[in-house]
DNA sequence: CGTACCGTTGAGGTGAGTCAAAGTAAGTGG
DNA sequence: CCACTTACTTTGACTCACCTCAACGGTACG
């Protein structure tokens, strides 16, 4: 958010309205931060920890698509959609909340474009759709899938270098089993699988990886496709 | 477009300087309106005709995402993103294409807030993601994508009421494939499937669908997970 | 020291992918 | 208008990755 601000041209008189806004909240650990269907009052962004968005069908198949991290916004897309909220989110850790009224940030919106233009470009940019496909495509096997939110994952702590690399991940089993649509128990078999062939050391929630370019090669291990369609 | 127009309170002169700035393209069936990893220079409108949007990733796998129709917008997403074009832009049938430069409709965004609001809801209610769950989710079976994709393409053309309904496909059973994330070979076995239950009868790209509710029914068809974990 | 999850492992089944080939529609040129 | 080419569609046989079901080990917590 502050980011969004120092793009903007907003006199600081607004800046601090945004400010005196925004309310505060700690979540504990599987506390609901919104629910689907719910409506949109405002704008959240998450300052500390991790939350899990979902979203679930007519029954019941929970489905995650998004983890979200410290300094990143969520509910965005129901906010400016004029729409209820299509996903839960979900705290993965305790994790402090910001909240920011719609009236405040719709007004500020208007206002000043130089802000609104930076929401515009979040609002594009969001990462959920084109993460989908490396998580979720049945095309490419769970190994690899795994292998792509490790690295999404990454993002953050840089490793030193080629040198080994520790992560520590927010989420269970049935999480990451639920970002890459796949089961627990294959997320277990595959995690099992990197072990052994020296990829990345699961040890509960901390993932040891020795070669960071070793598991970015995971990544190319396309079973060649062959179908040299045009249009597909 | 009009319909953005509409909502906003852009003064006469300014409706004609977009209008007068939009480029009208007959576009032939296959050819590209937009390559994926290109600039985005500007907005594409669908006057007529269907568009396909897909991706293609590091080795060449594509993935289609979405079937533009008649008045819809694509390009949106990279424009407003400031970013190169996500995915290619295929005609699927010969169509009749408008482009707005990028200048025009970025100065007219920062100029009139209600006409920003517009976009900001047509960016924050992108179907694509959403529709992604109901195509491309691996719990759901072949046949139950397919009915999806059936009710998601019926919008424009209701039928009537209950009765028959009459549905011509714009696009090849291997596009049909890439929307499901499935192969050719499998939508051609889930069709004969629907035609053998009576639900859904292809005669090429023409479907028929004898009852309305008995494909809706499709949908529900789920499997009955007992996955009474909590979080996933 | 139970109770309750979470995580792992094994056995078995299956939906959908792969490969190969035949059938069908759609252009193209003589 | 008919051979001929080319691309699309369908079918069958086979295989496999992942799911399902079930049991067991580990860890946290009252």
Redesign the interface.
């Known amino acids: 958010m502050r980011e969004h601000i120092s793009y903007s041209d907003m006199p600081e008189a607004d800046v601090t309205r945004l400010e005196h806004s925004m309310i505060v909240r700690a979540i504990a650990r599987?506390e609901k931060i919104f629910a689907q269907n719910s409506e949109a009052t405002g704008l959240f962004c998450l300052r500390s920890g991790y939350a899990?968005l979902?979203?679930a069908?007519?029954?019941?198949?929970?489905?995650?698509?998004r983890v979200v991290g410290a300094g990143e916004m969520m509910g965005?897309?129901?906010?400016?959609?004029?729409?209820t909220h299509?996903a839960t989110a979900?705290a993965l850790t305790t994790c402090d909340v910001c909240y920011y009224p719609k009236k405040v940030v719709?007004e500020l919106?208007?206002?000043f474009?130089s802000f609104?233009?930076r929401?515009?470009?979040t609002?594009?940019?969001d990462r959920?759709?084109?993460d989908?496909?490396?998580l979720?495509?049945?095309?490419i096997p769970v190994r690899t899938r795994l292998v792509n939110l490790l690295l999404l994952m990454n993002t953050d702590k840089a490793c030193p270098d080629n040198d080994t690399c520790v992560l520590k991940l927010p989420m269970?089993r049935?999480?990451i089993?639920?970002l890459l649509?796949?089961r627990p128990e294959s997320i277990a078999r595959a995690i099992k699988e990197l072990g052994q062939d020296g990829i990345a050391i699961f040890n509960g929630r901390t993932v040891t990886i020795p070669n960071l370019d070793a598991l970015s090669a995971e990544?190319?291990r396309?079973q060649?496709?062959l179908n040299n369609?045009?249009?597909?």
């Open positions: 599987d899990l979902w979203h069908d007519a029954f019941n198949h929970k489905t995650a698509f965005y897309r129901s906010l400016f959609g004029e729409d299509a979900q719709l919106v208007d206002e474009p609104a233009r929401f515009f470009r609002l594009a940019r959920g759709p084109r989908a496909l490396l979720r495509g049945q095309h269970l049935r999480d089993a639920a649509a796949a990544t190319n396309e060649l496709p369609s045009v249009t597909v």
